[in-house]
């Protein structure tokens, strides 16, 4: 469904994406790793054409989505959504009304500028709250949420646009572990459920292992590894990371950790 062919991005002297081609033939949830600078968020803002990439292509059921312009690309937009490390809400805004935004798109104007927004879309954007195990916080502003409870609301805003495929950059980067957890296994129920794409950029190694189908390593704007979580060796990924025979995975991991370290702890009486 997804051919990504010698998609380069260059900015002057220096290549962040170089030749990346990648065929994903059929839904997955995908993880990108690599360390920082290796071309991750290039790769995803030129899928999403927030970046325009410098050559090579990419399409979508056969449809070269590389060079759309205008209405066309923000089709494609709508189509594969984007969630970011810091959430992008509006802070002041209530919930349902950040989740709403992401039918932009399909609004005029005037609609927007009034805040007018259907009922069956009111409708739709508590159901994927609800589903998402937020609801109870709608009506209240996004910034009262935790940093789990902003993203889970910044997912649902991706799916009010009903996407194909949803790029997440690093999208537990900013949270504990117990949040980072609720995310990702929000992410890896809605490809399970809806069979959306999910692509994405993680700086864990466990996190890649434990919710991805496929990861891919990228390297100095190269892609260096694309497979299996169980291939995704620690000599495979000490290449990655370009480290020497001292790297510890530990170093690239922040393992989720439950709960039930912390109900060790004795309660004062
Ligand atoms: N807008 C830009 N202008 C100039 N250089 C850029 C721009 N965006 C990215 N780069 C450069 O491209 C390279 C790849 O950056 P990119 O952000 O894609 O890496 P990354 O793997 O996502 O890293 P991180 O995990 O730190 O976000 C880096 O050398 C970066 O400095």
Known sequence: MLEITNLT???????AVDNATLSFQRSA???IIGRSGAGKSTLLRMLNRLTDSSSGSFTVEGHDMT?????ARRRWQSQCAMIFQQFNLVPRMDVVSNVLHGTLNRRS???TMFNLYPTSDV???????DRLGIVEHAPKRAEA??????QRVAIARALMQDPKIILADEPIASLDPMNAQVVMQALRRIHEEDGRMVIANLHTLDTA??????????????????????QLTTGVARDIYGAGSDFSEAATSTAIETLDSTDTHAVPA
């Open 123 to 129: 409708h739709r954007a508590i159901e994927i709250l």
């Open 109 to 111: 104007t005037m609609a």
């Open 145 to 150: 949420l935790s940093g789990g409870q902003q």
């Open 209 to 230: 292992r434990r919710y991805c189908d496929r990861v891919i390593g990228m390297r100095d704007g190269r892609v260096v590894f694309d497979g299996t979580p169980e």
């Open 67 to 71: 060079h759309l312009r205008g209405a």
């Open 29 to 31: 949830m995908i993880g």
């Open 9 to 15: 991005k260059t900015f002057g002297a220096n290549t």
